[in-house]
């Protein structure tokens, strides 16, 4: 499901601690959740993101694929 090109955010390559702390913060992780999903290819889902109460459902999705395996991976 990740990207060739990077894991984790902004598909940079980042550390898997680095993006840890990217997803527990609540405004990091909806502004480049949805930017990085958006790059992805996976428009919806980059969209729905940025939705206020839609971004809780994500955003614990996050901290669970990055704290997982360092990656996003629902829906991106």
């Given at each position: 499901?990740?990207?060739?090109?990077?894991?984790?955010?902004?598909?940079?390559?980042?550390?898997?601690?680095?993006?840890?702390?990217?997803a527990i913060i609540p405004f990091t992780s909806w502004l480049l959740g949805g930017v990085t999903r958006i790059m992805r290819g996976h428009l919806i889902a980059g969209i729905?993101?940025?939705?206020?109460?839609?971004?809780?459902?994500?955003?614990?999705?996050?901290?669970?694929g990055v704290a997982s395996n360092g990656d996003l991976t629902f829906y991106a």
């Open positions: 499901m990740a990207s060739k090109a990077g894991k984790g955010y902004l598909n940079a390559g980042l550390g898997q601690l680095v993006n840890l702390i990217l729905l993101q940025l939705i206020p109460p839609i971004t809780l459902v994500f955003w614990i999705l996050d901290i669970i």
